[in-house]
C-alpha cells in the first residue's frame, strides 16, 4: 500500500471520475506520490474504457460470426449445456458484488473490510475459471471435441477467450492486492481493475445467455 | 528555406506541374475517347444496359476530373510565390453546403440509376423455360453439366469423384438422374434463348468471367449461386477465373460457344448418344 | 517558446544504450522505430513488385533468388501475397498513424509522452515480432502463402492441399497477422487516451491540427476494427490446425482429397475480412488527410479552408466506414437487395472524401505558395486522390463492379487511393518533419527530382492499369499465356514495368537524401516552415519530456497563417493575444 492519506485518494477517484476540464495541468492531481509527472490519474480509466470497446468488439466479432454460421450450415447441432455454467454464472455475478463491498469499505478507509472483500473476490474469480475447465470436461463427456460440431467449436472459443480475459483481472486483482503500485495510485487502481472485473461479468452473462438460446 | 529568395525560383515547379497534370489530362481523355484499350461489344441486352451506366458515369467523373485536375493545375500556377500577401480566408460554409448537396444528390442519383441494370440480373429469376446448365470450378479448370434428355441433374456425390474415370464432378452411378447427364469442358450455348447458369465449385472460390457476357460471378463452395441472361450473338467468347484459386488460377480457361438454335439441337444430340454409348 | 505554465519537474532520458534506442520508453525514438520498421517493410515491397513486373514484362527472364531462375506460378503468388501483407500492414497502417503519429501527437497536443509509454514500447515490439513472423514464412517448407493478402477461405483454411505455401507459410501469415491486431490495439488505446486526457491547457477539440484529428479518428477506426480481424484470424487458425469448420463447407475434394470438415461458410470470412478491410483502407488514409491538410495550409501561407467541415468530414468517413465492407462482395454471392444497399452507402462516403477535396483546393486558392519538396508532394497527393476517388464511383455501383471486379482496374484504383496516395502523404511528412525529428534539413534539390520521378512514374504506371480492366484483365494472373485476349495486351504491361522500374530508380534518391540528411544536412532552425503548431515552437533536437518540463496553453486555432494586421504571416498557437506584434 502506497503510503498516502485515504482523503487524497478519494479525491483522485473523483478526478478520474472525469469531472475535469481537459486540461491536465494546474490540477494538481497529478502530483501524487506513485502518479508519473504530468499524467494525470483520468487517463487511466479512459485507457481501460476504451480497452474494453476493444475487447467489445472482439467478442461481438465471435458472436455474430456464432449466429451467421448456425444460420448457413445444414450440419448444426446443439450441444449439451454443461450444468456447472449456471453456478459458474452465479460465483462471478457474486463477486461483482463482493468487489462492490471491497470498493465501499476502500472509500470509507476500512482498510481491514477492503483487503477481506478484494481477496474473496479473487477466489471467486480462480472458482469461476476452475468452474469453466469442469464444463469444459463436461462437454468432453458428451461428446463434444473442439471440432465435433460448429456449435461446440463456438463453446469453446467464447468460453477460452472470455477465460483468458478474465485471467486477465484475476492477474490485475493480485496485483494491486499485493499493494505495490508505479504510476498509478491506489484508487485508481481499485477503480479501473473494477471496471474491468464489472465488464467481464457482463460479458460472461452475454456470452451464457448466447450459448444458452442460440446453441 | 522559406525566405524571400525562394519566391523567384517557384514559377518552374509551378509550370512544370500545371504541365503534368495537362498531359495526364490530356492522354487520360484521349484513351478514353479512342477507346485504345476497351471493354469487347456486349451480347446480351443486360450488357448493353450496363454499358449505357458506364456511359453515364464515364461523361459525370470524365467532367469532374477535368475539372479539379485543371482546377488544381491552375490554382498551383496563379497562386505560385511572386511576392504576393494570402488572403486570410477561414473557409466560406454556403460553399460547402452548396458543394456537399450537389455531390450528395449526383451521387446518390448515380447509384439508384445503376441498381436498374443490377435489378435486371439479380432481382427476379429467369423465365420458366430457361435452359440450365450447371459450372462447376475446380483447380484449375470448368466444368459444365447439362441435364440431358430427362431434364433433370443428377445426385452429386463428392466421394465419387475422380477426373482420371472421367466421372470429375462425383455423379453418383446410383441416381437414375444422373445417367445421362453431359459433363463438358466448354460451354456450348444456344443464341436468343433465356441460360440460367449454377455456379458452384468443388474446392476453393473461383470467378466465371466472361467479358461479353458482362457477367462476373464468384463460385463459392457449399453455395449454388443462379445467374441468368441471354446471349443475342453467335461467336466463341473466352471464360476466365477471377477470384485467386491456386497456383493454376491463370490458367483457368475454358470457351464459350454460342450456336444457332439447330447447331445447339445438333451439339446436344451428338451428346446424347456419346453418353448413351459410355453408359453401356 | 512562449510559456506560461507552471513548471513540472521534468524527466530525463534514460541512460544506456539500449534503454534509450531499443526498448525506449519515449514516444519520439518509438515512432522512428515504426518508421525505420516501415521503411524496411516498404523496401521490401518494391522489391516484390520490381520481381512482378520483370516477370510481367519479360516472362522468360531470369530472376535471381528463384529456383533455376525462374519464376513459377507459385512464386508469382508468394510475392503478390507478401508485397500486398507487407505493404498494407507494415507500411500503410504503420507509418503513418504509428510512426509519424507518436512522434508528433504528444508534441502537438502539448504532452510530455503517450499516455501508456511501456504499452507504446510493447505494440511497437509486438509489430516487429509479427513482421519476423510474417518475413520468416519465406524460409519454410513451400514458402509463403499464395493466397493474396485478403487470404479468402477456403483457399486459406484447407491447408497444404491447396497448393504449396498453404501449409506452415500460410499458419505464419495468419499469426503474423494476429499479432499485428493485438499490437495495433494497444497502439489505439494509447492514441485515443492520450488525445482525450493530455491535450494542453485551452487545447479544445476544435483547436487541434487536423493531423491529430487524422491521427484520432483513425485510432478510432482501429480499435474497433482490428479486434474483429484478430477474431477472425483465431477462427481461421483453429480450422487449420484443429480441424474446426468455420469457414470450410463440407464435401470439399481438394486435390483429389476429401476433406472431413462439414457446413462452413467461406462468405463469413470475407464478411470478417471486409468489416475489418474497409475501415483499414481509411486507416491508411485518414492520417494521410490529416497530414496534407496540415502541409498544404503551412505551405500555403493559408488557414485550412473551412477547417471544421474538414473535421466533420474525417468523422463522416471514420462512421460511414464500418458501413460499406460489403462492397468488396458485389460478385461474392451475398445477397443482391444488401449489395444495392452497400452501394448507395459507398456512393455516400464519397461525399466527405469530396468535401476533403474541394477545402484543399480552397486552401491553395488566394495562397502564396512555397513549393517545397514536401508541399509538391502534398499537391500530388490531392492530384491522385482526385483520380482514384473517381475511379472508387465506379466500383461502387454494383453493375458496373461486376465487370471490373478483380481485373487490374481495381489494382489501379487502390493503389492511386491508397496506396501511391498515403505514399506520397508520409513522404511530404518527412520531409516536412524531418528537419524535427534530426536537426537537419533534408536536401530540397533531391527532393525536388524525388518529386517528379515519382509523381510523374505512379501515373506511367497506375493509369495505364485501368485500361487493362476495361479490357477485362483479371488481376494475380502469373502469366498471360492461357488467355488469347490478354495477348495484344503485353505492350502495356511493358509500359508499365519500366515506370516501375523508373519509380523504384526515383526512391534511391530519396533514400540517400533521408539517411545523408541525418548527420550532413543543413543545420535546421527551430521553425523552419514559419509554422504556428506546437512540434515547431519547442527546441530542436526535442527535449525528452517535450517542453523541457514548462508546457504551453494553447490561445488559437492551430492555422492562423497571414493573419491581417499581424507582423509575421504566422502566429503559433502558444503565443498569447496580447503578445502577438502588430504590423
Known amino acids: 500500500m502506497p503510503h498516502t492519506s485515504t482523503t487524497e485518494e478519494l479525491e483522485i477517484i473523483e478526478a478520474g471520475g472525469g469531472g475535469k476540464p481537459p486540461s491536465f495541468l494546474g490540477g494538481g492531481d497529478d502530483s501524487s506520490p506513485s502518479g508519473r509527472s504530468g499524467i494525470p490519474q483520468r487517463v487511466y480509466v479512459t485507457g481501460i474504457a476504451i480497452g474494453m470497446a476493444a475487447i467489445l468488439m472482439f467478442f461481438m466479432a465471435f458472436a455474430s460470426a456464432f449466429i451467421v454460421r448456425k444460420g448457413v450450415g445444414s450440419d448444426w447441432q446443439a450441444f449439451p449445456m454443461p450444468k456447472i455454467l449456471w453456478l459458474n454464472t452465479l460465483i462471478l455475478l457474486a463477486s461483482s458484488v463482493t468487489i462492490v463491498r471491497a470498493r465501499h469499505f476502500f472509500a470509507r478507509g476500512d482498510r481491514e473490510s477492503f483487503r477481506h472483500w478484494w481477496t474473496v473476490t479473487t477466489i471467486l474469480g480462480f472458482l469461476f475459471l476452475v468452474g469453466q475447465l469442469i464444463a469444459w470436461r463436461q462437454m468432453v463427456i458428451s461428446g463434444f471435441y473442439l471440432a465435433t460440431n460448429a456449435s461446440g467449436s463456438f463453446f469453446y472459443v467464447l468460453t477460452a477467450a472470455h477465460g483468458l480475459h478474465l485471467l486477465g483481472g484475476i492477474v490485475a486483482l493480485l496485483y494491486v492486492g499485493r499493494g505495490k503500485l508505479r504510476r498509478l495510485t491506489f484508487a485508481t487502481a481499485t477503480e479501473i481493475t473494477s471496471l474491468y472485473w464489472h465488464f467481464m461479468d457482463g460479458l460472461w452473462v452475454f456470452l451464457f445467455l448466447l450459448l444458452l438460446l442460440g446453441r | 528555406m522559406v525566405s524571400r529568395k525562394s519566391c523567384a525560383g517557384s514559377s518552374v515547379p509551378a509550370v512544370l506541374l500545371a504541365i503534368v497534370i495537362l498531359i495526364l489530362v490530356g492522354s487520360t481523355v484521349y484513351f478514353h475517347v479512342a477507346k485504345t484499350w476497351w471493354f469487347p461489344a456486349a451480347i446480351t441486352p443486360v450488357g448493353g444496359q450496363i454499358d449505357q451506366q458506364f456511359f453515364v458515369t464515364f461523361i459525370l467523373t470524365g467532367i469532374v476530373f477535368v475539372l479539379a485536375q485543371v482546377t488544381l493545375a491552375w ?110 469442358g466448354d460451354l456450348y450455348l444456344p443464341v436468343n434463348r433465356e441460360i440460367e447458369l449454377m455456379l458452384r465449385s468443388q474446392d476453393v472460390i473461383h470467378s466465371f468471367f466472361v467479358r461479353e457476357l458482362r457477367v462476373k460471378q464468384d463460385t463459392v463452395p457449399g453455395l449454388v449461386i443462379p445467374v441468368h441472361f441471354t446471349v443475342t450473338k453467335i461467336g466463341d467468347y473466352e471464360i476466365t477465373c477471377n477470384q485467386l484459386c491456386g497456383l493454376g488460377h491463370y490458367h483457368m480457361h475454358a470457351t464459350l460457344h454460342v450456336l444457332s438454335d439447330a447447331d445447339f439441337q445438333q451439339w446436344e444430340q451428338k451428346q446424347e448418344a456419346q453418353n448413351a454409348q459410355a453408359g453401356q | 517558446m512562449s510559456s506560461h505554465a507552471s513548471p513540472v519537474h521534468h524527466s530525463e532520458a534514460p541512460k544506456g544504450w539500449l534503454r534509450h534506442y531499443i526498448f525506449s520508453l519515449d514516444h519520439k525514438i518509438i515512432g522512428t522505430q515504426y518508421i525505420l520498421l516501415g521503411l524496411s517493410a516498404v523496401t521490401i515491397g518494391v522489391i516484390l513488385s520490381v520481381i512482378m513486373r520483370i516477370h510481367l514484362a519479360w516472362p522468360n527472364a531470369h530472376i535471381w533468388g528463384f529456383a533455376n531462375g525462374v519464376v513459377s506460378p507459385e512464386d508469382y503468388l508468394r510475392v503478390i501475397t507478401m508485397h500486398g501483407t507487407l505493404m498494407v500492414f507494415f507500411v500503410l497502417t504503420t507509418v503513418p498513424q504509428s ?90 488505446i494509447n492514441f485515443l487516451g492520450t488525445t482525450i486526457d493530455l491535450r494542453a491547457k485551452g487545447l479544445s477539440l476544435m483547436r487541434m491540427p487536423l493531423t491529430v484529428w487524422g491521427w484520432f479518428i483513425t485510432a478510432s477506426l482501429a480499435l474497433l476494427a482490428f479486434g474483429v480481424l484478430l477474431a477472425a484470424c483465431i477462427l481461421l487458425l483453429l480450422d487449420r490446425l484443429a480441424m474446426t469448420s468455420f469457414f470450410i463447407p463440407g464435401g470439399e475434394m481438394v486435390s483429389g482429397v476429401l476433406l472431413k470438415h462439414a457446413g462452413g461458410s467461406p462468405l463469413l470470412w470475407q464478411h470478417l475480412f471486409w468489416f475489418f478491410g474497409h475501415p483499414e483502407v481509411y486507416i491508411a488514409i485518414l492520417p494521410a488527410m490529416g497530414i496534407i491538410s496540415h502541409v498544404l495550409s503551412t505551405f500555403s501561407r493559408k488557414p485550412v479552408f473551412g477547417y471544421k467541415a474538414m473535421v466533420y468530414s474525417l468523422s463522416a468517413i471514420g462512421f460511414l466506414s464500418f458501413m460499406v465492407w460489403g462492397h468488396h462482395m458485389f460478385i461474392s454471392g451475398m445477397n443482391p437487395y444488401s449489395a444495392l444497399t452497400f452501394s448507395i452507402l459507398t456512393l455516400v462516403i464519397g461525399v466527405p472524401s469530396a468535401i476533403k477535396t474541394f477545402n484543399w483546393l480552397g486552401t491553395l486558392w488566394g495562397a502564396r505558395i512555397h513549393f517545397t519538396a514536401s508541399m509538391l508532394f502534398a499537391i500530388g497527393f490531392v492530384s491522385l486522390f482526385v483520380t482514384g ?195
Open chain 2, 75 to 184: 490554382l498551383v500556377f496563379r497562386y505560385r510565390d511572386h511576392g504576393q500577401k494570402a488572403r486570410f480566408v477561414r473557409g466560406n460554409h454556403m460553399l460547402e453546403v452548396v458543394w456537399t448537396t450537389a455531390t450528395l444528390v449526383i451521387f446518390v442519383a448515380l447509384g439508384v440509376m445503376a441498381a436498374h441494370a443490377w435489378g435486371e440480373v439479380h432481382f427476379g429469376g429467369p423465365e420458366p423455360g430457361a435452359l440450365q446448365v450447371e459450372v462447376t470450378g475446380v483447380q484449375f479448370v470448368w466444368n459444365f453439366r447439362y441435364p440431358g434428355p430427362d431434364g433433370k441433374f443428377g445426385r452429386i456425390n463428392p466421394k465419387d469423384i475422380d477426373a482420371s474415370t472421367g466421372n470429375p464432378l462425383g455423379l453418383d452411378s446410383n441416381d437414375p438422374a444422373s445417367k445421362d447427364d453431359i459433363v463438358t
Open chain 3, 389 to 583: 476517388g473517381l475511379s472508387g464511383i465506379f466500383l461502387a455501383q454494383p453493375a458496373l463492379d461486376l465487370y471490373l471486379h478483380d481485373t487490374y482496374y481495381v489494382i489501379g484504383h487502390f493503389h492511386l487511393i491508397m496506396g501511391v496516395a498515403a505514399i506520397f502523404a508520409m513522404f511530404a511528412a518527412t520531409y516536412y518533419w524531418f528537419p524535427k525529428m534530426f536537426g537537419h534539413m533534408m536536401n530540397e534539390t533531391l527532393g525536388k527530382i524525388h518529386f517528379w520521378m515519382t509523381f510523374v512514374g505512379v501515373y506511367c504506371i497506375f493509369m495505364p492499369m485501368h485500361y487493362l480492366g476495361y479490357a477485362g484483365d483479371p488481376r494475380r494472373y502469373a502469366s498471360t499465356d492461357a488467355v488469347h485476349y490478354l495477348a495484344r495486351l503485353q505492350p502495356v504491361y511493358v509500359f508499365i514495368s519500366i515506370a516501375a522500374f523508373v519509380t523504384a530508380t526515383a526512391q534511391l534518391f530519396f533514400y540517400f537524401n533521408f539517411f545523408w540528411s541525418i548527420k550532413h544536412g543543413k543545420k535546421a532552425e527551430r521553425n523552419p516552415w514559419r509554422a504556428t503548431t506546437l512540434e515547431w515552437q519547442v527546441s530542436t533536437p526535442v527535449p525528452h519530456d517535450n517542453f523541457g518540463g514548462h508546457y504551453p496553453t494553447v490561445y488559437r486555432g492551430p492555422y492562423e497563417y497571414s493573419v491581417p494586421g499581424a507582423a509575421e504571416d504566422f502566429i503559433p498557437q502558444d503565443v498569447a493575444p496580447e503578445q502577438v506584434a502588430k504590423a
Open chain 3, 99 to 188: 510512426g509519424f503519429g507518436n512522434y508528433f501527437l504528444p508534441i502537438q497536443i502539448g504532452a510530455p509522452d503517450m499516455a501508456f509509454p511501456t504499452l507504446n514500447m510493447l505494440s511497437f515490439w509486438l509489430t516487429f515480432v509479427s513482421m519476423l513472423v510474417l518475413l520468416s514464412s519465406a524460409f519454410v517448407p513451400g514458402g509463403s502463402p499464395i493466397s493474396g493478402w485478403t487470404a479468402y477461405a477456403p483457399l486459406s483454411a484447407v491447408g497444404v492441399v491447396a497448393g504449396p505455401g498453404q501449409g506452415l507459410g500460410q499458419t505464419l501469415w495468419a499469426v503474423s497477422i494476429a499479432l499485428f491486431c493485438g499490437a495495433s490495439l494497444m497502439s489505439a
